[in-house]
């Protein structure tokens, strides 16, 4: 490898961790030994049984069991979690996917992405992507599972990957 090159590889190495260091600090990072938060729900306007999920996918997409990195708040286990209980539940009519993800694991984005092809199998709800400022690679790949993606034109998105 030439000089050049490795410090072109230096220079985006010290980006990445720098980025998920300025940003980690916002964020607890999620299952620390902790036990994981009862799920809850939050009406934010009108009323009548009918209802819309906003689930989030925010941060890396990693594991959460031995990881190096805080996950910026994501919770694989927590999603899922979240996720089947929209399906189950008959008075959600339909679910919102906020996605601010620069990507991460591969596997678990693939899991991911099956997981709501399942979902809109399954349950039979419509399923909106809303991306927010960053829905790249992984979290790119996980909205194609929707019915419909809305992005705003400043919205940082493609790249699914060289895999």
Known sequence: MTRKRWIALLIVIG???GGIAASAHKMTPPS???PAKELKEERITGTGKDRIALLRLEGVIIEEEGKVVPARGFSYQRFLEEL????????IKAVILRINSPG???VLSDEIYH????????????????????AASGGYYVSTAADKILAN???LTGSIGVI
């Open 15 to 17: 980006l990445f961790l």
């Open 115 to 134: 997981a709501l092809k399942n979902f809109r199998t399954k349950a039979e709800k419509p399923l909106v992507v809303s991306m927010a400022e960053v």
């Open 104 to 106: 991460g694991s591969a």
């Open 84 to 91: 089947e209980q929209a399906q189950r539940d008959d008075s």
């Open 153 to 155: 034109p400043n919205t």
């Open 32 to 34: 620390l030994g902790f």
